[in-house]
Each structure stands twice: as C-alpha cells, then as structure tokens.
C-alpha cells in the first residue's frame, strides 16, 4: 500500500509539528574511558545552531545497582541524546544526575532526566549560582541554538548539595564527590570513581580549548596542586579530550594559568590600565589553545581586578 500525495503531505507537515519523541533522539557517540565510564566528547566550538549546546565532555558511570550522569549537556536535545546512549547499554535506574558547576553546557540537559526521578547533586554554592544567572543563561542560550535543541530546556537545581565531601554508591562503585572552593567557578564539584581511578573535573581542566577563569586565578592554582596529588590514573577534562594521563594533563593549564597571572602582576606593578593590561597578558600561549581570541581577553580582564588589590 502506499499513500496518496495528500495524505503524505499530510504525514510530512504532521512530522514538522511533533514534538521529537524518545524513539527518534538519535543517542550521543560515547566513548568508554575505563570499565563502565562513558563519555561523550563536547565540541571545540561556542554554542551554536547546529551544535545543540554539546561543547562540553559529559558522561556516565554504572555501577551494579544504579547509574550517574555526570554533567547533562547544553539543552534538552543534549541530555536526551546522552539518556538515550545510556539506555542502549543499561536498564539500571538513573538515581544521580550530578552537575559540576553552573555553566550552560554542563546543566541544561537536566530536564531530560526528570522521568527518571533521580537525586539533582552540586555544590553548595550551586543553588544560589543558578539563582542569580539561570534566567540569563535560559534567554541567552535560546538566542544561540536551534529552537528544536533548546525546546524542554530547564533550570533544574540540585536537590542535595555537597557542603565539602559526600560519597555516593551506584552499587560496588563509589562515587567521592568534593566541593571545592572557589577556582574555574565558585561552584565547582569534582567526581572520582575510586574503582577505576577516573577523576571527572569538570571545567577544572580544560585542554586544547583555553581555560576560562569564572572565579579566581590563584584559587585555581591552589586547587590544581590539591588535584594533582590525588590517587588518579585518569582524568576527564570538562573540554578537551575523553580522557587524559594524570596528572600530566594539568600542566599546559598550569603554564597558561601561571603565565597570566604573572604577566599581569608585572602590568599591575607597572601601573598599567585593566584595558592595556588585558590586551597583553597571556598573549604568548596564544599558538597553543583554540578559542583563544574568544577567552584569552576576558580571562585577563577578570584576573586584573582579582590581582589588583593582592
Ligand atoms: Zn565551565
């Protein structure tokens, strides 16, 4: 049987309208970076209208009774694509969707996991982070992306917070979850997966796209030397590849973080403008990072003003 001309243009206009059901989200690419630890690899790009938000490395780990997302993407569109690739592997509940900070590309898949009724984990500071950009960032993304990826889009808030260290079980798979202070943001939480030795940083590592300083420069520092001394065979950057050697990964962020904090402590010694000083700090690492014309001036803006008054 086949349709008539009108009934299939019928079909076809009715398929424009439809919202994208579960069967046809197409399931992200992952990548396995150690026994039962996905990851799927974010973009090196801004957030865009083809893209969907998915520039950030974001994943999930099984353990034998339960499931946690670490990091749901940049839309709706992104953290279905991310469910969806965890249901090609496991019919486990999804209890814990754990977001590492408050940037758009690692929170605004969350909604996409409510069927699931899982426990929404971050920083103490998370909460209030969302509170005072989630509007912005729910205006400003909607701008940027397609109307279909950003459709279902939610600011969805931790329902427990970490205040330093909590540990949760996913079933022979514990999961240590730390809050940091202040550093790539003032909300930054870190994953390790003790049984495999994988640390998932979230945007406390940042490789080949150039570190973006949200919070403070030198608690960044401090943070990376705490970091680096953790019992970890692996880490997964929240950009940059799937999976990286530890804690050698840390260096090019370290000479690009240190170089422009001490390029801007000579500039303020010399008592030079944030506007001249900005415009020259860090400027050597430029051959080394993508988007660095995208972040390099805006790192070295917010580094003056914490460096200032050291
Ligand atoms: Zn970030």
Do not use: C
């Given at each position: 049987?086949?349709l008539?001309?009108?009934s ?7 398929s424009?309208?439809?919202?994208v ?15 039962g630890?996905?990851v ?10 083809n ?6 490395n974001?994943g999930f ?8 997302v670490i990091d ?8 279905a694509?991310?469910?969806a ?7 486990l509940p999804?209890?814990?969707?754990i977001n590492?900070h408050?940037?758009?590309d690692?929170i605004?898949?969350n909604?996409a ?6 426990i ?6 998370l909460?209030?982070?969302m509170?005072?950009?989630g ?6 993304n909607?701008l940027l ?5 950003f459709?279902?889009?939610?600011v969805?808030p931790?329902s427990q917070?970490v205040e330093?260290q909590?540990v949760i ?5 514990r ?5 940091v202070?202040?550093?790539?943001t003032?909300?930054?939480?870190t994953?390790l997966?003790e049984s495999?030795?994988t ?5 406390l590592?940042f490789q080949k796209?150039?570190p ?7 608690g960044w ?8 001394a953790?019992p970890?065979?692996?880490a997964?950057p929240?950009h940059g590849?799937?999976?990286l050697?530890?804690?050698e990964?840390?260096?090019p962020?370290r ?8 390029d801007l402590r000579?500039?303020?010694?010399e008592?030079k403008?944030?506007r001249?000083a900005s415009s020259i700090a ?7 990072w ?6 390099n001036?805006r790192?070295?803006?917010a580094?003056?003003a ?5």
């Open positions: 049987m086949h008539s001309l009108t299939a243009l019928a079909v076809f206009l009715l424009l309208q439809a919202p059901s579960a069967a046809e989200i197409t399931p992200a690419d992952v990548t396995e970076v150690a026994p630890a996905f799927r690899h974010g973009v090196h790009a801004l957030i865009d209208k893209n969907a938000g998915g520039i950030a974001i780990v099984i353990g034998s009774e339960s499931i946690a749901s993407g940049g839309s709706f569109l992104d953290g694509r991310l469910r690739a965890i249901k090609q592997r496991s019919n999804i209890r814990y969707v590492t408050v940037h758009p690692h605004f898949g909604a996991f409510l069927q699931d009724t899982p929404f984990i971050g920083h103490r500071n909460p209030r982070a509170q005072a950009r509007a912005h960032y729910l205006a400003a909607k992306m397609s109307a279909a990826a459709e279902g889009t939610e969805i931790p917070t330093s909590s079980d996913l079933g022979e798979r999961l240590v979850l730390d809050a202070k202040t550093a790539h003032d909300a930054d939480l994953v997966d495999t030795g640390l998932w940083t979230g945007d590592l796209h150039l973006v300083v949200d919070g403070r420069l030198k520092l401090e943070v990376m030397d705490k970091l680096s953790l970890v065979t692996r997964v929240g590849p799937v999976s050697p530890w804690p990964a840390l260096e962020q000479a690009y973080l240190t170089k422009l904090a001490g000579g500039l303020i010694a008592g403008t944030m001249h860090g400027q050597s690492e430029r051959d080394k993508l988007l660095f014309e995208e972040f001036t790192n070295a803006t580094g003056f914490e460096l200032e008054w050291e």
